[in-house]
């Protein structure tokens, strides 16, 4: 299953809650990504600056991590991409992947308008502890700036100042949303949910019924 939308469309969240549904594995290149950065590895060392200005980290990096990722054994029965892919190349190189392994695909994308994007994201704090995302508007913690289930104090992801938020709506704009088109020409099964509106479980129950989830 690939998530497909802006940053802060709620890709994350609705992953979670499909991992949750569907017990598949949630695979973010992001939080991979950021794993490696807080790591210190070559890996990190080598994104960190790209992903602090906002732009996009180089194809064959993220590709290699899925390709790693996918062939454990926990992704046999399938899993959620989360923010992957990104770029056409991406999207070639995963179609590739897909069927040497025997895998259909489908894609689900989030709409959601911009104006909420930039304001979901200023309002964004997760845990460094443990990765619960919060947002200061709908779905603050219970004290604040502390996790609700480490009390770890919450931090703003570096990504996620108000500057940086353009940048990455901008690599999405001219990168990213051309896939749709790549899907579209492929006649993969591609489904619309409106991420604008409702709570983050009554999204979710949007596609769980267009999945027809139990
Ligand atoms: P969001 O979807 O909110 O932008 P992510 O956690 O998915 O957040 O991504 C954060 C950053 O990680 C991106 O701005 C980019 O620098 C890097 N990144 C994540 N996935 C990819 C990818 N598939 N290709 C290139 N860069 C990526």
């Given at each position: 299953?690939?998530?497909?939308g ?10 979670k809650?499909?991992?949750?549904a ?7 290149t992001?939080?991979?990504l ?11 060392l080598?994104?960190?600056g790209?992903?602090q200005a ?7 990096a ?9 062939a454990?054994?926990d ?13 056409l190349?991406q999207?070639a ?7 040497e ?11 959601v ?8 994201i200023?309002?964004?704090?997760v ?8 947002s ?7 004290q ?7 009390g ?5 992801r ?7 938020i353009?940048?990455?709506?901008e ?10 088109d ?5 006649g993969s099964?591609l489904h619309?949910?409106d ?5 983050p ?5 949007r596609?769980r ?6």
């Open positions: 299953m690939i998530l497909f802006p940053p802060g469309s709620g890709k994350g969240t609705q992953a809650l499909l991992r949750a569907l017990g598949i594995p949630h695979i973010s992001g939080d991979m950021r794993e490696r950065i807080a790591s210190g590895d070559e890996l990190g080598r994104v960190k790209l992903m906002g732009r996009l980290v180089p194809d064959d993220v590709n290699q991590l899925v390709a790693d990722r996918i454990q054994a992704c046999r029965d399938g899993f959620i991409l989360d923010g992957y892919p990104r770029t190349p999207a190189y995963l179609e590739r992947l897909l069927e392994r025997g895998y259909r695909h489908l894609v689900i994308h989030l709409k308008d911009y104006t909420k994007v930039i304001a979901r200023a309002g964004r704090r845990c460094p502890a443990c990765g619960t995302l919060y200061l508007t709908s779905n603050p913690p219970r604040p700036d502390l996790c609700d289930r480490d770890a104090r919450l931090v703003i570096d990504d996620d100042r108000e500057e940086v353009r940048e990455r709506l690599a999405y704009e001219r990168l990213t949303r051309p896939l749709l790549f899907y579209r020409q492929r099964q619309e949910v991420g604008s509106d409702g709570t479980e009554e999204v979710f129950e596609i019924g267009l999945l027809k989830l139990q």
